[in-house]
């Protein structure tokens, strides 16, 4: 090895983690007993002494102010989706009119930022200002932009969350407790905790920023509300993992600098199908560490695009005709003694072990597909879902062959095999034979097993991936929570897993769909097997107010019957406003920007037409005068749905006081007239001069990076 590599390998290893106060950091920066006890409360879930705080947040705030920290923030995820944070300094004064710099264990702890102005969903009245923050220990605290973050989690002062990082972290303790049952119940006594991990791949767009900053759409909303189809797309496939471009490939490498710093463990990239768009993909981490770290990694893309001249684009579906962006949710669970229980092993058909997990999830995911839908219903993913690049509605798992073979196996009175991949060989004697995995990938599928984890691939590109990783282990923890109940009780621990498997086989198997989830015959057939199609996120809010959705989140201290109605209140209130957002901007963007530019190209036409007939009777003007008609009666057209979406908006405003009834016209009648517009307006884009068209073209913006 080169001394240039060594010294490029060294600077990676250095750079990792260099602005994490993590274990390295704790170990060397903590007295022995203290950092025991910190470690006690990280990996086994005890409660945490106020004095090992103290000696905590003196150490954190030397660490930091040796790195340049001047102040610190307890680092929260409200339910807007987004990060919050207040900076308070380290400073303190003194009797003699000096300062010290001082950081307490309580101020580590706790946290009180105003709670009125962030959303709610009726648990807080605008005049009940107070809530709290409170260290999340489990995952460390870090550096950014001169500031000491601290994560923590959100609540109000009479204890409901008010975040999205509180219900995840009860859905891992109740997930763990549930697992930690069954695995004792099935001998091991060794586990004392079960984690889940997730590795979120994060799929965006990169535009030039010149080009940004021309479309008012793209800055107030996201996406564009105006785009005719360019002469070229995707068709060619000529994107997808294509050599990355000099300029996109400076600003990846920034990227992933700053989120190593960090401690993310930002492993893969690569060009994505439609062009200008890119994916990242980091290793897995524990469930709240890889939210947060999800979190820090929007917040970098955006961020390290500004310094290159670029900006980056979140939103689910920010052009319309190309693929959309998702995240695909890698979910599994481990056990602290170092066990992924969705591993099958060589010989899955007689690993109990794994065959109960498995199974626990296919019933969980059967039952409550629903609220896994809702989990991933936004304005944005309304676009994207059942389009060709996403999975539809529907949500099915896929197996693959040698799962699905197991399962029939049992269903029929018990597996005896395993059906291995083998080696494939690619006929050319100087490459080698390859080890062939068991089964191949379903891209189509919204919710895949992959190896030794499920992939949720519906989960939208900008959401949090709090929401869905919580009922996951949700959905999970109730299904092995029955489980556990019977292996409890039986004699015949071997037996009763045999019984268990082939009932949840036999009773969930609709769920299983290894085929083309695109194909127009699959939502024929799940609509004989029964299972939801929930095609728009109005129609998926109501699932969190279900009878049942109570019922399962309150048995597991997860979410009470008034923090999921809050939430109910919540994503409704978002949906309105976000569509309102995107309506008032089509009009603005169609009354002073498309609107004058195409009476300017008319009036140009007009007068051609009036020279030409000056300069000679005899000359022809057919060619104008049909453009014009061609034009003038688009814009007419344009004009009365300017009109129309105005109307319905003042309309909308009139069922204000019912809450799902105003979502549902904001969808159905307010959204279907935005589409109407945005006809007109992409059809007087493909006429009117380019110079004069007045932002730039999906040509302009897809292919100029």
Partial sequence: MGNEQVTRQESIENTFGSNVFNDAALRTRLP????????????????????????VANAMKDWAIEKGATHFTHWFQPMTGITAEKHDSFISPTSDSQVIAEFSGKELIKGEPDASSFPSGGLRATFEARGYTA??????????????CIPTAFCSYTGEALDKKTPLLRSMEALSKQAVRVLRALGNQTATRVLTTVGPEQEYFIIDKKLYDQRKDLILTGRTLFGAKPPKGQELEDHYFGCIKERIAGFMHEVDTELWKLGVLAKTKHNEVAPAQHELAPIFSTTNVATDHNQLTMETLKKVAARHGLVCLLHEKPFAGVNGSGKHNNWSMSTNDGQNL?????TPHDNEQFLIFLTAVVQAVDEYSDVLRASAANT???????????PPAIISIFLGEQLTDIFAQLENGGAKSSKSGGELRIGVSTLPALPKDTTDRNRTSPFAFTGNKFEFRMVASSASIAGPNTVLNTIAAEALSRIADRLEKAKDIDSEVQSIVKEIVTKHKRIIFNGNNYAEEWVKEAEKRGLPNIKSTVDAIPVWIKDATVKLFEKHSVLSKVELHSRYEIYLENYIKQINIEALTMLHMAKRQIVPAVVQYVSQIAETIGKVKTASSKASTGVQEELLVKLTQTLDGFSKNIDSLEKALEDAEKTAGDTLKHAQIYRDVVFATMGKLREDGDKLETIVDSKIWPFPTYADILFNV
């Fill in 342 to 346: 969705l591993d099958p092993g060589k």
């Fill in 32 to 55: 022995k007993n203290v950092y025991k006890a910190l470690k006690k409360t990280i990996d086994e879930g005890l409660p945490l002494d106020a004095s090992v705080a103290d000696v």
């Fill in 380 to 390: 944005g993913n309304d676009h994207r879902l059942g389009a060709n690049e996403a």
């Fill in 135 to 148: 260290w999340d220990c489990t995952s460390p605290a870090f550096l950014k932009d001169g500031t000491l």
